[in-house]
């Protein structure tokens, strides 16, 4: 069973920049997909990027062009650049076994704790 730690995270002022980290494990040699959701006060969980095992990415229109997902051996990361205030949200990272990168919820199965970023005007 995948098990999924996320860390990083913090406050930052508006232009600023966070690394988000989610340390992976339990997934042996299985096949699967990782993504980074968010969700802010009110509003529903939303996929903000995506990456599959051959590396392929997926994102969101509202990050395309700030956010960056990546692997780090068993880790992924999301390094957030000119980050804005409506980015404000707890940061979840998801996993689950397959294909293909998914920036929709249902399709994740496994999930962190969370990790808190806020982004100050």
């Known amino acids: 069973q995948i098990q999924l730690v996320e860390s990083g995270g913090g406050s930052v002022q508006a232009g600023g920049s966070l690394r988000l980290s989610c340390a992976v494990s339990?997934?042996?040699?299985?096949?699967?997909?990782m993504g980074w959701f968010r969700q802010a006060p009110g509003k529903e969980r939303e996929g903000v990027a995506a990456?599959?095992?051959?590396?392929r990415t997926r994102y969101a229109d509202s990050v395309k062009g700030r956010f960056t997902i990546s692997k780090d051996n068993a880790n992924k990361i999301l390094e957030m650049d000119s980050l804005k205030p409506e980015d404000t949200a707890m940061y979840y990272c998801?996993?689950?076994?397959?294909?293909?990168?998914?920036?929709?919820?249902?399709?994740?199965?496994?999930w962190g704790q969370g990790t808190q970023v806020t982004v100050s005007s």
């Open positions: 339990g997934y042996g040699y299985s096949t699967y997909y």
């Open positions: 990456i599959d095992s051959t590396g």
């Open positions: 998801a996993a689950n076994y397959g294909l293909g990168p998914s920036l929709e919820r249902s399709r994740f199965a496994y």
